[in-house]
């Protein structure tokens, strides 16, 4: 058998990996979306399916007015005395010289859960992950973060034992154990204890095209470490590799010996006019996860099988049989679940009736605060997780003001996003309109041609067909003769790279979902009656 990287498509970054008798599991960042903590599992590293994400209750995650990219960064998911550790960090704050993030705790014995109240644990720096050392003693490895303007703001990596009977850092044996390279912003360490070392695996360079995992030893836990001569992975020297940004990640064994290690990539896409290149490119997908084969030299440093910069073929490990799962993608959901699909997610909040409800065979979301508003809205989205496909919805809304839309929505964050919607007009009364969202600049693309509405058409179909570098909407009254709206959005606009350009938080990828928004406060409900996602 071989991997088929990437092994988790679309927005799966900052993979922790970990074996739990004979199945692996990878757990990932999922930054403002709620639930918190995507975890997928898998009997034979090639084959992967999403089970749960921990995180589902506000005792858990409280994200109200989370920044943009705030929220869950780098959660870590280790097995040990028996159960499952889940360490995660909530970021208050994204831009400027401050990282305001509370890191926590929480166990369980299976990964479906129930998961323990959450345990405090510090501020100092996010990135955190739960060494258990062979004698029983537990130490959280993290960045440390220094908001000071004549300090880098990466100043290492800090060690602090855990005591288990006190559920308590013991902030006086806290020490910075590794300074990193000369690369600079190192972060996301896992600690291990092989071959008689401590080796330290971090990502440093920043999530971007720049992005490399380094590793250090030492003979002992605090220090002093030495540094790989050899970076461990990276493709910031081999621009035309399929998978590019490779870095964060973490180091797993199989039952036989053999050592994998799952890592953060990115997947550009140039316009044709452009330079292969300059720019780099456009990760519309956000930052997936891959999984490298590791072989181990007589110096006792980790390569990564076949090169540092990563393959997209990896040999699964030897004497493994195939476990595939039934496919559990939303292709074609017609809301017969109590609960949304394990695919949809949410903004910073659960989904509750203050949001919406599945009823009758429906989702009904009620209108509530912008696409820009980083307290309360009502979208229910999913990632984009193929460069081609097509998503369609079919809505029954009857606005009557202009500040009530509801619809179709490609979202990256609140700054960037569009949306084909029903909406309201003075002149038409009921129209469809196609709006976008760019760097903060709203534009509507329709305006005085908005598509009127016909009072005896209940229901209207919307349709995005998504073409790697561009994408556009199309709607409906009948379900089957679809008429296509002329405009043509360019994708990079949903893209890490392009968010780059104008904010500090670049870390998701785009989504697909339906949305209500009613910034009049009168909450108009809308009705979804299905929802379909269909790779090409």
Same mark, same amino acid.
């Given at each position: ?241 399929? +998978? ?5 990640? &973490? =180091? /797993? ?7 994998? #290690? %799952?890592?953060? @990539? ?104 912008? +696409? ?5 809205? &009502? =979208? /229910? ?7 081609? #496909? %097509?998503?369609? @919805? ?81 709607y409906s009254f009948d379900g089957e003769s679809w008429i296509d709206i002329p405009v043509q959005l360019d994708a990079k606009v949903l893209s890490d790279d392009y968010v780059n350009s104008s904010y500090g938080g670049f870390f998701t990828g785009a989504f697909v979902g339906m949305v209500n928004v009613d910034y009049s406060g009168y909450n108009l409900p809308a009705v979804f009656d299905y929802f379909r996602y269909q790779e090409v």
């Amino acid at each position: 058998m071989k991997i088929q990287n990437p092994v988790l498509k679309g927005f799966n970054a900052d993979p922790s990996i970990v074996r739990a008798g004979d199945t692996y599991y990878i757990a990932n960042s999922t930054f403002e979306w709620f639930p918190g903590v995507q975890i997928h599992e898998s009997k034979d590293l090639v084959h992967w399916q999403l089970v749960t994400r921990p995180l589902s209750t506000v005792g858990l995650l409280d994200m109200k007015g989370n920044a943009d990219s705030g929220g869950i960064w780098a959660p870590d998911l280790s097995y040990a005395d028996g159960k499952f550790w889940l360490v995660y960090t909530d970021v208050k704050v994204v831009d400027g010289a401050f990282k305001d993030c509370t890191n926590y705790l929480t166990t369980a014995e299976t990964i479906e859960g129930p998961w323990s109240d959450l345990i405090h644990l510090n501020g100092v720096g996010f990135d955190a992950s739960l060494f258990h050392d062979d004698d029983g003693k537990k130490y959280l490895v993290q960045m440390e973060w220094d908001h000071r303007e004549y300090h880098h703001a990466f100043n290492g990596i800090k060690c602090t034992e855990y005591s288990v009977k006190e559920q308590r850092l013991l902030s006086e044996t806290a020490k910075i154990i590794w300074r990193g390279t000369n690369v600079k912003l190192v972060e996301g360490p896992h600690l291990y204890k092989l071959f008689g070392y401590y080796y330290l695996f971090c990502a440093e360079g920043g999530t971007s095209y720049a992005h490399q995992e380094v590793v250090a030893r030492s003979k002992t836990l605090y220090g002093t470490y030495e540094s790989q001569p050899e970076t461990f992975l990276t493709a910031f020297d081999a621009p035309d590799n399929a +998978l590019q940004k490779c870095g964060h990640g &973490s =180091l /797993v064994e199989t039952p036989n010996g053999e050592w994998y #290690f %799952a890592h953060l @990539t990115g997947r550009p896409w140039h316009h044709s006019y452009e330079s292969a290149h300059d720019p780099r490119g456009w990760c519309t997908l956000g930052r997936e996860t891959a999984i490298q084969k590791v072989t181990w030299t007589n110096e006792g440093w980790p390569e990564i099988v076949g090169g540092k910069q990563g393959s997209m073929v990896v040999d699964a490990p030897k004497g493994t049989q195939p476990f595939e799962y039934v496919s559990n993608t939303v292709v074609d959901d017609q809301f017969d679940q109590e609960e949304l699909n394990i695919h949809f997610q949410t903004l910073r909040v659960p989904f509750s009736d203050r949001i919406g409800k599945i009823e009758n065979g429906q989702l009904r979301l009620n209108g509530l605060g912008s +696409l820009a508003n980083v307290h309360e809205n &009502s =979208l /229910v989205a999913r990632r984009w997780q193929a460069f081609e #496909f %097509a998503a369609e @919805t079919k809505v029954r809304y009857k606005p009557t003001t202009y500040q009530q839309m509801a619809g179709l929505t490609n979202y990256y964050n609140s700054t960037h996003w569009s949306m084909i919607q029903l909406t309201w007009n003075e002149m038409n009364g009921r129209v469809i309109e196609v709006t976008e969202n760019n760097q903060g600049v709203f534009k509507s693309y329709l305006k005085e041609a908005a598509i009127s509405v016909p009072e005896e058409i209940e229901y209207v179909y919307f349709k995005t067909i998504v073409s790697t570098s561009t994408y556009s909407y199309a709607y409906s009254f009948d379900g089957e003769s679809w008429i296509d709206i002329p405009v043509q959005l360019d994708a990079k606009v949903l893209s890490d790279d392009y968010v780059n350009s104008s904010y500090g938080g670049f870390f998701t990828g785009a989504f697909v979902g339906m949305v209500n928004v009613d910034y009049s406060g009168y909450n108009l409900p809308a009705v979804f009656d299905y929802f379909r996602y269909q790779e090409v």
